[in-house]
């Protein structure tokens, strides 16, 4: 008998999951916003449920399926701001002391402001990177740069630019 070699395709249809992921970052987003610029109460655990289930798990889920789409930018894009809002719930909770007071007490905003700017260079060149989709994603990235060039110069400058309710705006 012959060993025979066989080459096996495989393939999965998988539905665009770019609105997923869109409608994680738009929603929670928008939730944030209200109370940074004052519709709602402040930044609480009502919030916290928000960015880990739209903001970061819709997200996750758009990068998977945009991994199997293989659509390099969507992938990125979206995995990278659905772990962005993973850690914010839980920069909120240590502000909120769910880890006790060492750690609330240990909270330095400079290093936020920080996280802010590494993600504000990932924006550019993933608005850089967004010229090859379309206008829309491209005006959608433009405008997160301008989100977090806002929220790092506010951290840096404690808060005192209202440029943090600005950029939430956007």
């Known amino acids: 008998m012959e060993n025979e070699v066989r080459k096996v395709e495989m393939s999965e249809n998988v539905a665009d999951p770019t609105g997923l992921g869109l409608l994680g970052l ?6 944030v916003s209200t ?6 109460g402040p930044t609480t655990s ?11 798990i819709a997200q996750l889920m758009a990068s998977y399926f945009d991994f199997k789409k293989n659509n390099p930018f969507g992938s990125v894009v979206f995995g990278a701001y ?11 909770l240590i502000q909120m002391g769910s880890f006790g007071p060492e750690i609330q ?5 400079t ?3 920080f996280a802010f ?5 990932f924006s550019i060149f993933g608005t850089i990177a967004s010229l090859k989709t ?22 840096f400058l404690g808060g005192k630019t209202g440029f943090f309710a600005l950029a939430d705006m956007v």
């Open 46 to 56: 009502v919030i916290i449920p928000w960015a880990v289930l739209l903001g970061s």
């Open 35 to 40: 109370s940074r610029v004052g519709w709602s």
């Open 117 to 121: 700017v590494g993600f504000l260079i």
């Open 134 to 155: 379309n206008k829309v994603v491209f005006a959608i990235m433009f405008l997160i740069c301008f989100l977090f060039l806002g929220l790092a110069t506010d951290l």
């Open 82 to 92: 659905g772990l962005f809002w993973s850690a914010m719930a839980g920069v909120w």
């Open 26 to 31: 738009a929603v929670v987003c928008f939730v």
């Open 111 to 113: 290093q936020l402001a």
């Open 105 to 109: 007490k240990g909270f330095d905003v």
